[in-house]
């Protein structure tokens, strides 16, 4: 089993803004990936980075089994790959992996490049890669210190289409593979779809849950791969975009 | 190898400029002698002034004396003497300089506070010309080599604070928050992401250093030396021998684009991890 995740009452302010995010609460109990969805400036990233560490929360707290979560519990993927362009793809996987030990590092690299379809290119130079390509390596960099906890923030919004479809496939690979409890941010609804377990609409700012709905897990209409065309799927996908749409009834909440 | 890159280069660098980049392309091995054309040309028509006695020797000498008085320099020694001075002198300032601006550079790339103590400071020194130095530096250190080494070190430390301030602050914040993702503390961040991040700028500063110590080396050697690439040159003025002086001029030009060339070769091999269109090298 994974560890849950609780988060209560997360709230994040820049400055003396009035807050972009929050308050938020949410738990996540167990493996599958957990797409979020919400529009451009709907405080997505905002919440991701504060449960990376990356911003402080102006109140509220994330939990990961019971404790404050620590920034090597987590893996984190950006929208772009943010590679180290002077390290070759396997060393740029061993980034976050300088604590261990030389035979145990080369061992969770070759692991984690397995896991994403790169060990054939584990010498080449970010120069040398595509994007989607680049985005693997993201991927296993955030994988290989074995994260229990991963967030992948908009992590194919940059790709091409067809790129972005194999793509969908590593992560989904991914999820089947390792236990590790993932976030997803996406502002593609059929992207949550085909990937997700459950799916979190958030609308703002300040950035709030106004749909929460776990996709029925033996409901063979939900059988991965999904599909697109059946009628499960675009009822679900209706009910994404009403939330999507600040509808009046809604915006007098 | 390098013969290949560079015939790229010089490929591409006309390629870019004229429209006969078709015509040279088809024959390799030729684009890097392309630029000996205008040299060559001149020194034929010069020659041929000289000979028509249509200038003043005693102004302008002919190629061939040149070649001449360079020939007897060697002969005697005299030339390699002198230029290992200069280079001495130079290497020891390189060095000096090099290491104070790179001390220098860290500390008020990583630190906001050394930044605002330190800079406004190195600023305003750094807007005084070289020869104002000189003056000083005689009084403080003498009139041997150390002034000169002082002098040449001044030089070079600018180029490189500069650069290596600029490249540290400037580092790119996304790359930061990859290593902050990971845990990394504040010396971790420096040592795996800043500097490696920071070093085609930096290498670019220590080129910038370089050529400035040329610079500086000739002023320190005009005043006050007896021996060095810069004291022919004033010495072939007060003896009027302006071949001598030419022959100097000449052997500042070959080491200065050498001593370059080498840098700049060693940085791409440093930096070659760069997405860059076109090498910098050999132009
Ligand atoms: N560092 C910051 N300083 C000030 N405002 C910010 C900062 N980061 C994000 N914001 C603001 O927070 C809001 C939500 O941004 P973000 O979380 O990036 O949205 P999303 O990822 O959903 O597009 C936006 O209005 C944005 O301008
Ligand atoms: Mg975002």
Redesign the pocket.
Known sequence: MTRRLDISDLTKA??A?PP??GPLSLTLDGEGITAII??????????L?CLSGL?TPTRGTAMLGGKPIRPAEVGFVFQEPRLMPWLSVRRNIAFGLSHLPKPERARAVEAAMALVGLSAAADYLPKQLSGGMAQRVALARALAPRPDLLLL??PLSALDPLTRERMQDHILHVAQHIRVTILL?THDMDEALALANRVIV?R??P?RIVLDVTIPEHDPAYAFPRDRTSAAFQAMRRRLIDALEPAPVALAR | MAEHSVTAAALTARHQTAGSAASVRRLPGFGWSVGLIVPIMVLLLWQLAAGGAWIEADLLPSPATIAQTFWAMVQDGSLANDILVTVYRLALGFVLGTAAGTVAGLLTGALPLARRLLDPTLQALRSVPSLAWVPLFILWFGIYDTSKVILIAVGVFFPVYLNLMAAIAGVDRKLIEVGRVHDYGKLRLMLRIQLPAAMPLYLTGIRGGLGLGWMFIASAEMMGANNGLGFILTNGEEIGRPDQIIVAILAFAVLGKSTDWLLARTAERLTDWQDKLHPETGA
């Open positions: 820049f400055g803004a972009v995010l919400g529009r451009s400036g709907s405080g997505k990233s905002t919440f980075r911003e923030d908009e941010i958030l703002g700012p950035g």
